[in-house]
């Protein structure tokens, strides 16, 4: 089992900054790709951005692209996603997840581990 744990969500004003963290735990040799959905009020979750643990591979929903970045510290089993410019329709809970696959997928049946997930409020 791989436990997923968010942090860094919080409320940010239009064209500001937050980094979120997902740092894993247990089994985490089992886990080779990650990657970051959110979903808003009313609508279905979506993929964000994905990662291998080695970031060899990356990949960003066209919404975020240019305005996020995902890493991740192989140390520390934590990845990261960094969030600029970020708009009221960025609003959603985030959530970390892990997968056995060896793609980044965007479909998240494709994740077997998943973090409870962070708020992240952009409003002024």
């Known amino acids: 089992q791989v436990q997923l744990v968010e942090s860094g969500g919080g409320l940010v004003q239009p064209g500001g900054s937050l980094r979120l963290s997902c740092a894993a735990s247990?089994?985490?040799?089992?886990?080779?790709?990650m990657a970051w959905f959110r979903q808003a009020p009313g609508k279905e979750r979506e993929f964000v951005a994905g990662t291998e643990w080695s970031a060899s591979s990356i990949y960003y929903a066209d919404s975020v692209k240019g305005r996020f970045t995902i890493s991740t510290d192989n140390a520390k089993n934590t990845m990261y996603l960094q969030m600029n410019s970020l708009k009221p329709e960025d609003t959603a809970v985030y959530y970390c997840?892990?997968?056995?696959?060896?793609?980044?997928?965007?479909?998240?049946?494709?994740?077997?581990?998943w973090g409870q997930g962070t708020q992240v409020t952009v409003s002024s």
């Open positions: 247990g089994r985490t040799s089992s886990v080779i790709t």
């Open positions: 997840a892990g997968s056995r696959t060896y793609y980044i997928s965007g479909v998240q049946g494709d994740y077997n581990s």
